[in-house]
T-cell receptor
Framework: AQSVTQLDSHVSVSEGTPVLLRCNYS??????LFWYVQHPNKGLQLLLK??????LVKGINGFEAEFKKSETSFHLTKPSAHMSDAAEYFC????????????FGTGTKLQVIP | GAVVSQHPSRVICKSGTSVKIECRSL??????MFWYRQFPKQSLMLMAT?????????EQGVEKDKFLINHASLTLSTLTVTSAHPEDSSFYIC???????????FGPGTRLTVT
């Protein structure tokens, strides 16, 4: 069994300030973890993924996430928010090396204030 | 690489009619495709998994006779919503992967509105 919890449904930051989107997971197996971004009425774009290699994962557009097994967390961060980062972000868990079925978090809407 | 398209991007249909949504992998062969639906301000919920040439596997609670999935080739899967009702209005997103073990690539989604 697996699940993922995104702790904030909405996050608001000022442009140029750091971004933190929180994600905790639960998995009976070693997990693979992903962050996706969805702009309004668009599909999902993969930001980054953790697949049991380095625990600090760097993704596109300056985002990164750190896998912390002891805390069962995979929080997404970015040092400086841009207006174009305003979107919905989904944390996703999948069994590492296993069948493809994934579980999505409920999403975090990021608002960037000019 | 790994581009997935969906057609149409938006569709409006009348209650009781059927509508077909196409999902295509443009630059790779997708042995497995997934169909999700997303209600407003909610997350994606997996509806079904389809493997090329075989019957789709539906998630619990998804009516297989209402949501017909066909994965006839390695680049095309279709979702047909039969006898659509207003409650079927949603954002439908497909994804495709090389195999059941590899990464999913998502399409841009189809906004279905049933009037």
């Amino acid at each position: 069994a697996q699940s993922v919890t995104q702790l904030d449904s909405h996050v608001s930051v000022s442009e140029g300030t750091p971004v933190l989107l929180r994600c905790n997971y639960s998995s009976s197996y070693s997990p693979s973890l992903f962050w996706y971004v969805q702009h309004p009425n668009k599909g999902l774009q993969l930001l980054l993924k953790y697949t049991s290699a380095a625990t600090l994962v760097k993704g596109i557009n300056g985002f990164e996430a750190e896998f912390k097994k002891s805390e069962t967390s995979f929080h997404l961060t970015k040092p400086s928010a841009h207006m174009s980062d305003a979107a919905e972000y989904f944390c996703v868990v999948r069994r590492a090396g296993g069948y493809q079925k994934v579980t999505f978090g409920t999403g975090t809407k990021l608002q960037v204030i000019p | 690489g790994a581009v997935v398209s969906q057609h149409p991007s938006r569709v409006i249909c009348k209650s009781g009619t059927s509508v077909k949504i196409e999902c295509r992998s443009l630059d790779f062969q997708a042995t497995t495709m997934f169909w999700y639906r997303q209600f407003p301000k909610q997350s994606l919920m997996l509806m079904a998994t389809s493997n090329e040439g075989s019957k789709a596997t539906y998630e619990q609670g998804v009516e297989k006779d209402k949501f017909l999935i066909n994965h006839a080739s390695l680049t095309l899967s279709t979702l047909t919503v039969t006898s659509a009702h207003p409650e079927d209005s949603s954002f439908y997103i497909c994804s495709a992967s090389h195999s059941e073990l590899s990464e999913q690539y998502f399409g841009p989604g189809t906004r279905l509105t049933v009037t």
